[in-house]
């Protein structure tokens, strides 16, 4: 069973940034695509990024497209997501998944508990 440990969130200011870890309990995610997504409260859970384990192709959603950035350490067996030119829209509790390289939820088998980014104007 992989399982998935998000990490890094919290309480910033507008135009601050932040950095979310990933952490997987196993080697074998090598052979799935990780993707990142994020659920406001009241709203649907929605795509934010993806990448191969290998780090390419990477793929962002357009509101966050130049403004973040994924960085992946194999040794760690963790992924980074960085944020920068953080937005009150971007308040959410972000998520990481495992699976295929897609931008739709349902195609993702594995899934992290989620950590909570809240940022403030």
């Known amino acids: 069973q992989v399982q998935l440990v998000e990490s890094g969130g919290g309480l910033v200011q507008a135009g601050d940034s932040l950095r979310l870890s990933c952490a997987a309990s196993?080697?074998?995610?090598?052979?799935?695509?990780m993707g990142w997504f994020r659920q406001a409260p009241g709203k649907e859970r929605e795509f934010v990024a993806v990448?191969?384990?290998?780090?390419?192709?990477?793929y962002f959603a357009d509101s966050v497209k130049g403004r973040f950035t994924m960085l992946r350490d194999n040794a760690k067996n963790t992924l980074y997501l960085r944020m920068n030119s953080l937005k009150p829209e971007d308040t959410a509790v972000y998520y990481c998944?495992?699976?295929?390289?897609?931008?739709?939820?349902?195609?993702?088998?594995?899934w992290g508990q989620g950590t909570q980014v809240t940022v403030a104007s």
């Open positions: 196993e080697r074998t995610l090598s052979n799935y695509a």
């Open positions: 998944a495992a699976g295929r390289y897609a931008t739709i939820s349902n195609q993702y088998d594995y």
């Open positions: 990448t191969t384990w290998s780090g390419s192709p990477t």
